[in-house]
């Protein structure tokens, strides 16, 4: 098993930036991708930004298209933490952002099926 645990959101005015957090425990040998996704009330949890987890990968990385240029996926193999800095924030980015980690390969773009393991969520409010 592996167990996540996010950080760092909150409450931002549009325009402005906040980077959540992301520690994994347990299994992380196991873990092959992490991942963010998001969900905002109504719609479906939706992918965000994924990067490869394994030591020899190189850090692969691959974004939504409504992120891509404004976030920034990476991660601290050691510290087994996985970062997402999220900036020129809009409205449309609020949600409930949930971290995930793979087991396996993902598809492309990744579906929340691809992973097996969810943190709790972490709100993330952008005022306009």
């Known amino acids: 098993q592996v167990q996540l645990v996010e950080s760092g959101g909150g409450l931002v005015q549009a325009g402005g930036s906040l980077r959540l957090s992301c520690a994994a425990s347990?299994?992380?040998?196991?873990?092959?991708?992490m991942g963010w996704f998001r969900q905002a009330p109504g719609k479906e949890r939706e992918f965000v930004a994924t990067i490869t987890w394994s030591a020899w990968s190189g850090g692969d990385t691959y974004y939504a298209s409504a992120v891509n240029g404004r976030f920034t996926i990476s991660g601290d193999s050691p510290k087994n933490t996985v970062y997402l800095q999220m900036n020129g924030l809009k409205p449309d980015d609020t949600a409930v952002y949930y971290c995930a980690a793979a087991a396996t390969t993902v598809t492309i773009p990744p579906r929340p099926s691809n992973y097996a393991y969810w943190g709790q969520g972490t709100q993330v409010t952008v005022s306009s």
């Open positions: 347990g299994r992380t040998f196991t873990i092959y991708h």
